[in-house]
């Protein structure tokens, strides 16, 4: 990862990002929650590119990864924010916004954003709206209470919070409750056996996505990561059909 850069706002946060120039659409992945740019959909995304000489753009949202900041602070509107101003500053071609879980949720937000830069969207086990079918009726009383809930973590040691500033602008940021105004050809990838997010979740944005080229495939062995070699191979392969 020697080819780490940073961008930095005038509040002082400073973004960590990896980008290679090349032919577009440029490829921008979108992390999951709580993750970062290193994971292996992002790094096999980034080395295909490179080794294809494609544009790829590869971040960590403030408070994760290499970013600074603080966890606790991130929403995502600020996240939205964040990939929007990359996209602009450092992109050449339209965006291909990739997004991983939450990712796929940010995607839609990110697309809103950058209007006519967005040229396609592609969803692996995408997960919008998930801090309303996430989360059950007594977590819910507590985040509305300004606390924050721990869940457990199937990825790691540590369980895995929700804070009330995001989940209230998780809230205030749900697609699924009407036609998501977005016309580019769309993407979605989804395993059958995802025990997070419902792979119907997926099949509910493909019919919220006002765009008529939305193409929904199921992986029926494939877990929430997505990330064996052949799903991996999967990814790369819908990308490279764009």
């Not at 960590?60 to 939205?80: H, I, K, M, P, Q």
């Not at 205030?172 to 993407?187: F, K, Q, S, T, Y």
């Not at 099949?203 to 997505?226: E, N, P």
């Amino acid at each position: 990862m020697h080819d780490i850069q940073y961008h930095s706002f005038d509040d002082g946060r400073r973004l960590a990002f990896r980008h290679c120039s090349g032919s577009g659409p440029a490829i921008v992945f979108l992390p999951g929650y709580m993750s970062d740019m290193d994971g292996s959909k992002a790094t096999a995304l980034f080395d295909w590119a490179q080794a294809n000489g494609r544009e790829c753009l590869l971040l960590d949202y403030s408070g994760c990864g290499r970013s600074s900041g603080d966890f606790a602070d991130g929403t995502l509107s600020t996240w939205r924010d964040e990939v929007a101003t990359l996209i602009d500053a450092y992109t050449c071609h339209p965006a291909i916004l990739v997004g991983s879980s939450m990712g796929g949720w940010l995607m839609l937000l990110v697309g809103e954003a950058i209007g006519h830069r967005l040229h396609t969207l592609v969803g692996i086990a995408a997960a919008p709206d998930f801090t309303e079918w996430g989360i059950d009726a007594a977590a819910r009383a507590n985040l509305l209470h300004g606390e924050t809930v721990y869940e457990e973590n199937p990825y790691g040691p540590e369980p895995t919070p929700t804070h009330a500033t995001f989940w209230a602008d998780g809230q205030a940021n749900r697609r699924l409750i009407g036609e998501i105004a977005l016309d580019c050809p769309a993407r979605l990838l989804h395993g059958q056996q995802d025990n997070d997010v419902p792979w119907e979740i997926s099949l509910q944005l493909a019919q919220a996505l006002r765009s008529t080229d939305v193409h929904l495939t199921l992986v029926k062995d494939g877990d929430h990561r997505l990330s064996r070699e052949q799903d991996i191979a999967l990814l790369l392969q819908t990308v490279a059909t764009i």
